[in-house]
């Protein structure tokens, strides 16, 4: 679930930005080795993606908040709470935004169809467009692709 999770904000994102201003990467790739801060970087904002938010991802987003950065957590309904919750315990409540995965697609599929349901299914249709041409690109697995059909 969490690569399904990550490769759909890497579609959403391709959909809006330029190709040339963040990276995807496989999604068990770690951060480290990559000399990234995060599952994205992108201007000064760093997207984490997971459906488990813990203390290591909260030391992450401590790390990239003394580098200038502002961390966003994505995340699934079920665990915005949690993420909530240890940011509070590590005195970083405010400082990290966090999101549920739900939400984001939601917002961004309307505004782009421009609130209108006629158009919405086929932006959606784009973004499963770009989700599986990442799933081919960065990852082994073709059970991880979705078949959606635009009605």
Request: hydrophobic share 45%; aromatic share 8%.
């Amino acid at each position: 679930m969490g690569a399904v999770l990550q490769h759909l904000v890497a579609a959403k994102l391709s959909v809006i930005l330029p190709p040339d201003k963040f990276q995807v990467h496989g999604a068990f790739v770690a951060d480290s080795p990559t000399d990234r801060g995060g599952d994205f970087v992108i201007n000064n904002m760093i997207l984490h993606c997971t459906t488990a938010p813990g203390e290591p991802l909260i030391q992450k987003c401590r790390a990239n908040i003394r580098a200038g950065c502002l961390p966003v957590i994505i995340t699934i309904f079920d665990r915005v709470r949690t993420a909530f919750d240890l940011s509070t315990d590590a005195d970083l409540s405010g400082r990290i935004d966090i999101w549920d995965i739900q939400q984001f697609f939601s917002t961004n599929i309307n505004e782009h169809s421009l609130f209108d349901s006629a158009t919405r299914n086929s932006k959606f249709a784009n973004i499963i467009g770009k989700y599986n041409a990442i799933i081919a690109e960065v990852e082994t697995d073709p059970s991880l692709r979705i078949e959606f059909e635009a009605k």
